[in-house]
């Protein structure tokens, strides 16, 4: 089995605008003032960081915590003053996703409204991409 080699050209293009690219990741107002409230009295953490970790049944769980600093990988989002990091593992997972935050009588939580989630598992803790 032999290698081959692949070539590949490098331009400059001159006279072309850049088109801005969509944020991986949209917050409702609803978000920014819980995330804002949270971070209200932490003047040492500078945003939340999401990431994804495998759980439930057979997919995946969002997470969501306090930082402190920004990862070498991390892409951050900037919406109303609010920072908010993507893990590199979470990145491709979130693109197009909205982070919501609801409360109801029972309880208060972040809810990820995601359209290229193709199902959940049965019990409710983890999706399948």
């Given amino acids: 089995m032999s290698a081959s080699l692949v070539r590949a050209t490098v331009r400059a293009v001159s006279k072309r605008k850049l088109q801005p690219t969509r944020a991986a990741l949209t917050l ?3 978000a920014v ?4 409230q949270l971070l209200k009295d ?3 953490h500078v945003g939340v960081k999401v990431g994804v970790r495998t759980r439930g049944c057979n997919g995946l769980s ?5 930082t402190e600093t920004e990862g070498d ?3 951050e989002v900037i919406q109303d003053g609010v920072r908010v990091f993507i893990e590199k593992k979470a990145q491709l997972t979130l693109l197009g996703t909205e982070m919501d935050f609801v409360e109801d009588k029972l309880s208060s939580e972040f809810v990820f409204n995601n359209p290229n989630i193709k199902g959940t598992c049965g019990c409710g803790e983890s999706f399948n991409m």
């Fill in 42 to 44: 932490k003047p040492e």
């Fill in 28 to 30: 409702t107002p609803s």
């Fill in 73 to 75: 990988s991390d892409e």
């Fill in 62 to 66: 969002y997470t969501l915590e306090n």
């Fill in 33 to 36: 003032n819980k995330i804002k």
